[in-house]
């Protein structure tokens, strides 16, 4: 049985990198050439995943995260970010104005006409720059291309307290032209890319723009309740650690010592270098030697995960890895083509092409999605670990059912895994 296993999972592993093998590139790190690496106003922190680190430089200073922090890194004439001020930052503003968490808006440099934009709001007042921006994005589609934007830029200037002779010396001023470029050139020395959309997170997790409100709304609520819990790692209970008999997906054996729960989604930019990366060597060291099982669960993002998610955990499991990665390697399809900000409404009917591209019967899936309890599942495996321990991002994994960091080094993995192996066996001896 064990070679059976061994063979399947070197066929996943084979079939997975047919569809994410990264490309090389001169002076830049061998990851896949999707994967999005984030020019923040600070410093950074790669480590097989993707966050910012848990301080950031603002204004000079370093910022630790007293409260729930909302960052949003955007080229102010990008259709995307008048989107995210129209519908997300609804949320953020009133979190902000309950004093629950802080907002902080930083320019991509991508173009001159929003940097244009940002320097005037950085020359006033706190309480103004905001309100500012949101006014220059109302008349975004008259100025975003063109080569003057002051003559929109000067009377929403003035609405604000900011006559010609104070804008002038304002855009004269080159501290922020400075620093954008300084910081552009620190992403450049690190290696690292930049997506070429606007970039979120809460604190240093990192969501994608276009997450719906409803999800959106639930993880900052949930952001901050944490903010009043224990830094003590979670620990799922006894109930929780139980896999659900229908839908439970994994590797390994159900009897190994160490059991890895991992939370994700395919629309996660974070499970590619997961599963190239790290989880080929737990593979050889735990997993084939009955040590370690891993179980992967559901968080989906947005509304067509459920359909994806469906469709893929009704799926036999050793099919299961190979269409979850497949729909993984290509995430950059689950956005409207043509609209911004909305899921892709053809997921369903892509998936099952897809699907059946692998040589996957979808049949049954597609029957079987459909049913009530597969929904049920996903929505509850959500929704329990948001609602129930305020986790609020992805990945989140637990090892025998205390947390772990998502964005964990593989020597960290052997870590924990090795001192789960050791708790493991002295309980046991304990016992005879």
Known sequence: MRGVFSGLFLLFICTFNAYAQPKEQPGQ????????????????????????????????????????????????????????????????????????????????????????????????????????????????????????????????????????????????????????????????????????????????????????????????GAAIRKLSQSDAPLQLSAAELTPNKQFARGLGSPDAPVTLIQYETPESHTIIPFFKDILPKLKDKYISKGLLRYELRPFPWFSNGYEVLGLLYCLPEEDFFKGYFTMASINNVWLDPNEDWKANPEMWSLTLRQLGSLGIATREAATCARKPDVSKYIKESRDKLMNGHNVFFTPTAFINGQEASGGLVLDAWYGLIDKALAASAAQKGDAQ
């Not at 949003?72 to 001020?85: E, I």
């Not at 006559?163 to 690292?192: F, G, V, Y």
């Open 29 to 220: 790190p061998n990851i896949p050439d999707f994967m999005p690496f984030y020019f923040a106003h600070g410093y950074f922190n790669w480590n097989g995943m993707l966050s910012l680190t848990q301080t950031d430089i603002v204004e000079g200073d370093v910022f630790t995260f007293p409260k729930v922090a909302v960052f949003f890194y955007a080229d102010l004439g990008d259709p995307v970010t008048k989107t995210f001020f129209n519908k997300q930052y609804k949320t953020v503003e009133t979190a902000v104005n309950n004093q629950q968490a802080i907002f902080i808006l930083r320019d991509k440099g991508q173009s001159a006409n929003s940097v244009t934009v940002y320097k005037t709001a950085q020359c006033l007042p706190n309480s103004n720059s905001i309100p500012f921006v949101r006014s220059m994005l109302d008349v975004q589609d008259q100025w975003r291309e063109k080569g003057d934007i002051r003559q929109w830029l000067t009377p929403q200037a003035a609405k604000f307290g900011m006559n010609k002779t104070a804008l002038d010396a304002c855009l004269k001023d080159q501290t922020t032209d400075k620093q954008i470029a300084e910081h552009a050139a620190k992403a450049r020395d690190m290696k690292l890319f930049r997506l070429a959309r606007p970039e979120l997170y809460v604190n240093q997790y990192y969501f994608p723009v276009i997450v719906e409100e409803d999800f959106f709304g639930n993880a900052l």
